[in-house]
């Protein structure tokens, strides 16, 4: 049996984790970095629109500052975030921008002179902000700010992350996956670690452990994320008992994903000028929005696009209903180069050339706002040592919705944020753990692989992941309510226990094992699910992309805070507790959803 | 119109299980609209062999994981439209890098390793000012964005004759890389000697030229041009001329005098 000690364990290769490792290593730190896939294969490469930070660089930006990007955040979360979080991050964030152009990262620059707006308004960029890292526009923000790579935003971001993390010498294991962490309740040890290679096992002893895993959106089923994103790393901590995840029912749902597929394309289609078409090719956003129009939140745009579907108004086909997403008339030149990776997709993926079709969508799962709860140093509640960033931690500052471009962001600044902690807590004097502690957690995760190969139950993986999917697509999506949430519960609950029968049709033989990873992360998918349902059905308001359609209003007075659930050992549901939401300068206010009720017309459908 | 039926012979082998032989096995799958090897490889794992490996994270296009041989050809499956394929096709992990395990290969540590070799970061001595935006004009940004556009699938490293000879080959993704540094202005390694290890025969002399790199890349990546521009470089350097410049124009300026 390896046993590695390290300073510092980050579980997870994205932006974040990547970001907090060189933190670590730049602070003189040891820090190892575990992922699934080697590191540049991260999700976080899929970013396409932009990082938002105030930077004020473009005609569009003027006037822009950290104080007008916090207050575009707070509304956008619905006042659901922690506003000291969400203040430390719009401070940060054009210092993280800065930070990875000085590191590498070929931000687009501003061009002086004149050029057309596709509402046919006439700008001119000025000369004196020639070179200038340049921002575009994107969901829901008052000033133009997403700064953004050409098409590759995220791809430039990590393989610059990347070649930091190469420069510092910080070590990476790939092809790993964490299957539980090493913890006496009062602390965290570290992991236990399986090689996706060998099939091994290790133990990685670390003072201090940061879980940097992403988004859960694989448990929808469909969804715009990558295939790896899990939850593994939320499901870790949940798992420990002691620490709680926070706003899990907080789930984004993303206006474009393609149809089939579910790839996203990207926000900027519509930040260029990009319309939302119905059967009868009717612009129909601005009838709902007369004054965002396509570009409002994006929950707003997805409950809009989904009450425009339920009146009939959705285009029927093989993969379901969905709407048509038009840039044609923003002509060759501008999608073969601006929208150049969304003209891949829609080429290679569907066979539709979006310079003469309109591409099919429809609102897709995309993020995760909850995760596990951190302070505003990313220390996660309830185990000292453990730490959590990016989108698999919920420091809050996304509270019911995130902010295009602001995921992005707060990879990178969380990344810093908990790089910092991390070596100002690692000044005080270790805490050893004992070998009791660690042979325990091993022999725990070896018992769990030995009774899945000996296991004869009838009960294949495949089937009940499906099945999960299909649960909280239909019953915890879009529009939420009691009867369907009380129902996907009960559900999610039955498939929890039928986990327990699961039999491998491979057996557990050497090396790599797919189907046994699958079956090692299920039941921890599932504990998520039943956390998502269970918050959602409890929390008796609609709040940013959080809809009822039997609670249809914010309800500040009982509602204004932030849901805490923590699953205890052998419990069949999370126990739930709330704490209030930090309000530092902006006091609840209308956040703005357009002039026309919404009322959706009947259940919705989901192909 | 009845649907096809398709038939994937795909290798199969784990490397760790002394009794296993390397194989092919035959999956039959109906046809669906818009199927790509993505879904039928995800199909055939979920419903006919959980245990077959191969790697998928952003079934996207933009994470390189999933290149493999699709009829003998170095691809991306997950853009690899199954309506594209005749009735029968075969699936190959790539050659060169190392097995996982059928159709999984580690591309992730050669990658890794080649990043250290060329020493893919930004060499300054500039010290980061939290309070300064340092210019660039957008033109050098898009020229640097677009070397640096590689995704590290490893298809044209696959497609190398030279590559297959020698495994110390920097292969063209190591050459574009070092291309994208030469391109980018903050990067300080002024003396071409800095990029030590491209002037051998692991790097730029080892290519011969066929050029299957090009034709391979799913980015269309302008590999062919990149190679030529850094063999004549490092040639020039290498009988002295323009060693202590990286600048593309005034290199072109060399060879205008030295071919008068």
Same mark, same amino acid.
């Given at each position: ?26 602070? #003189? ?129 990590? $393989? ?83 620490? =709680? ?14 149809? =089939? ?12 000028? #990009? ?12 009838? $709902?929005? =007369? ?81 596990? !709860? ?27 919705? !995130?902010? #295009? ?14 790089? !910092? ?47 999960? #999917? ?50 090692? !992360? ?28 039997? $609670? ?56 | ?19 296993? +032989? ?65 009735? /029968? ?141 850094? /063999? ?13 410049? +990286? ?14």
């Amino acid at each position: 049996m390896t046993t590695i000690f390290t300073d510092v364990l980050v579980i997870g290769a994205g932006l974040a984790g990547e970001r907090a490792a060189v933190e670590a290593a730049l602070r #003189g730190r040891k820090a190892i970095l575990l992922s699934l896939v080697p590191p540049r294969r991260s999700h976080s490469v899929a970013a396409q629109g932009g990082m938002q930070a105030a930077l004020g660089n473009m005609v569009m930006s003027k006037g822009d500052s950290p104080d007008v990007h916090f207050e575009d955040t707070v509304k956008g979360s619905d006042w659901g975030c922690d506003q000291d979080v969400a203040r430390l991050f719009v401070t940060l964030a054009p210092v993280a921008v800065r930070q990875m152009s000085h590191w590498g990262v070929p931000w687009s620059r501003v061009e002086p002179g004149p050029r057309k707006l596709a509402d046919g308004r006439v700008i001119e960029e000025e000369k004196e902000k020639e070179g200038l890292i340049a921002a575009r526009d994107f969901g829901g923000t008052k000033k133009w700010r997403a700064c953004f790579a050409s098409d590759g935003t995220g791809h430039s971001l990590v $393989y610059t992350m990347d070649n930091m993390v190469l420069q510092l010498g910080v070590t990476v294991h790939d092809r790993v996956e964490a299957l539980a962490l090493i913890h006496d309740g009062q602390r965290c040890f570290g992991a236990i670690v399986q090689d996706l290679r060998t099939g091994e096992l290790r133990t990685y002893l670390a003072r201090a452990t940061i879980i940097a895993t992403g988004g859960y959106g694989r448990i929808f089923g469909h969804s715009t994320n990558a295939v790896i994103n899990e939850g593994t790393g939320m499901a870790l901590a949940q798992d420990t008992g002691v620490v =709680p995840l926070g706003n899990m029912e907080a789930v984004q749902f993303h206006p474009t994903g393609i149809v =089939p597929g579910d790839i996203l394309v990207s926000e900027a289609c519509r930040g260029d000028g #990009g319309y939302l078409l119905d059967k009868d090719e009717h612009r129909f956003m601005p009838d $709902y929005e =007369p004054a965002k129009k396509e570009l409002a939140s994006r929950d707003v745009v997805s409950r809009r696009m989904m009450q425009h579907i339920l009146l009939g108004k959705g285009i029927e086909s093989p993969y379901g209903t969905h709407l048509w997403l038009d840039i044609r008339h923003l002509g060759k030149k501008h999608i073969d180069s601006n929208l150049r990776e969304v003209a891949d997709i829609c080429r290679t993926f569907l066979g539709v050339d979006p310079v003469t079709q309109p591409i099919p969508v429809r609102p897709t799962q995309h993020y995760s706002m909850g995760g596990v !709860r951190t302070n505003i140093g990313c220390r996660a509640y309830g185990l000292a040592g453990l730490y959590a960033a990016g989108e698999a931690g919920c420091w809050d500052m996304h509270g019911f919705n !995130r902010l #295009g471009g602001n995921s992005v962001a707060e990879t990178v600044v969380t990344g810093m944020v908990v790089g !910092r902690q991390v070596a100002v807590d690692l000044e005080a004097p270790a805490v050893a753990c004992t070998e009791k502690l660690a042979q325990d957690t091993l022999k725990q995760v070896e018992e769990r692989i030995r009774r899945l190969a000996a296991s004869e139950g009838l009960v294949a993986v495949h089937a009940v992941k499906k099945r999960m #999917g299909e649960v909280l697509t239909e019953k915890v999506g879009i529009f939420r309510n009691g009867k369907n949430l009380s129902e996907a519960v009960e559900e999610l609950q039955e498939l929890l226990e039928m986990s327990r029968h699961i039999g491998l049709r491979t057996g557990v033989g050497r090396g790599a094992n797919p189907e046994l990873s699958a079956a090692l !992360r299920l039941p921890g998918m599932l504990r998520l699910a039943v956390t998502i349902a269970y918050g959602a059905l409890q929390r008796t308001e609609s709040r940013g992309s959080h809809f009822r359609e039997d $609670y249809p209003r914010r309800d500040d007075k009982n509602w204004l805070k932030r849901t805490l659930a923590t699953w205890p050992a052998g419990a069949d549901k999370p126990v739930l507790n709330y704490e209030p939401v930090v309000i530092t300068d902006l006091p609840p206010g209308e956040r703005g959803y357009g002039e026309m009720q919404l009322k959706p017309q009947k259940e919705p459908a989901h192909g | 119109m009845a649907k096809r039926v398709v038939t994937f012979e795909i290798f199969r082998h784990n490397p760790l299980d002394p009794d296993s +032989k390397p194989r092919m096995q035959p999956f039959v799958l109906e046809e669906t609209p818009r199927m790509t090897l993505f879904t039928a490889l995800t199909k055939i794992r979920e419903e006919l062999d959980p245990s077959l490996k191969f790697d998928f994270v952003c079934r996207a296009a933009v994470c390189g994981s999933c290149a493999m041989l699709v009829n003998g050809k170095p691809r991306l499956a997950c853009r690899t439209r199954v309506e594209e394929l005749p009735d /029968r096709t075969t699936l190959f992990p790539l050659p060169f890098f190392k097995l996982v395990g059928d159709l999984s290969v580690d591309t992730g540590s050669w990658f890794r390793e080649m990043g250290a070799r060329v020493q893919s970061w930004v060499h300054t001595m500039e010290q980061f000012n939290p309070a300064l935006e340092e210019r660039m004009s957008n033109e050098k940004a898009i020229a640097v964005y677009e070397l640096d556009r590689c995704i590290e699938c490893g298809c044209c490293v696959a497609a190398c004759a030279t590559a297959q000879m020698r495994p110390d080959f920097l292969g063209p993704a190591g050459l574009l890389r070092v291309a994208r540094f030469v391109a980018d202005p903050r990067d300080q390694r002024t003396s071409i000697n800095a990029f030590d290890v491209v002037k051998t025969d692991e790097g730029i002399f080892g290519c011969v030229g066929f050029l299957a790199c090009h034709d391979s890349c799913p980015k269309n990546l302008s590999l062919a041009t990149q190679l030529a521009y850094l /063999r004549r470089k490092f040639m020039l350097t290498g009988v002295g001329i323009g060693k202590d410049s +990286k600048d593309h124009h005034n290199i072109s300026q060399t060879v205008e005098l030295s071919a008068r």
